[in-house]
């Protein structure tokens, strides 16, 4: 078994944290381990515990259309969580879930060495770029970390609810798609 799998068959059968008493399913992420660019949200929610998947609900099916609109598809890049099990009734997770879940993000980070991180939504910017991060003034924008570009982007279920913003997203996705041309050697796009 290698490194990936033995994480990942780790994260399925944690117990660190409460949210082990009520997850349905573990979240680990789903695409290629290979990728270059990887999308980070914040956790799960009902649909995506029901699954075992990540951005599988109304949201997710809107992120597959901001991915095909730049010629991305799910199995060539990786998307995860922050946060490996839903928080009941979506609440926020608590900053001892966040403690329990981190080292497995940052391991999946050690192996997979993307190229380009995009935070889904405010909550994984300021995780993972930088805690007063201010989506409505920079997102899109990248930002280098220890020779990793990061960037954010609005979350899915945030467009969902405020399509007025999709104007901005879609300027952001091309941004993104540009960045990924330059960086990336062997993410495929269609065009």
Request: some cysteine; proline content about 6%.
């Amino acid at each position: 078994m290698g490194e990936w799998e033995a994480l990942e068959q780790r994260c399925l059968q944690c117990q660190a944290c409460a949210l082990a008493q009520t997850r349905t399913h573990v979240v680990f992420g789903m695409g290629t381990p290979q990728a270059e660019v990887l999308f980070v949200g914040e956790a799960p929610g009902a649909t995506e515990d029901e699954q075992g998947l990540p951005f599988v609900g109304k949201a997710g099916q809107l992120l597959d259309d901001m991915l095909a609109m730049i010629g991305l598809h799910r199995s060539r890049i990786y998307i995860t969580n922050s946060i490996k099990c839903r928080p009941p009734n979506n609440r926020d997770p608590l900053n001892t879930e966040k403690d329990a879940c981190a080292g497995y993000l940052q391991r999946q980070l050690q192996l997979m060495q993307p190229k380009i991180i995009v935070c889904l939504g405010r909550i994984s910017a300021m995780e993972m770029i930088k805690p007063d991060f201010k989506i409505t003034q920079e997102h899109g924008q990248f930002f280098e970390k220890n020779g990793t570009l990061y960037t954010a982007l609005y979350h899915p279920a945030a467009l969902l609810r405020d399509p007025s913003k999709k104007p901005e997203t879609f300027v952001d996705l091309k941004r993104l798609r540009a960045k990924i041309q330059e960086v990336c050697s062997h993410t495929e796009m269609d065009f």
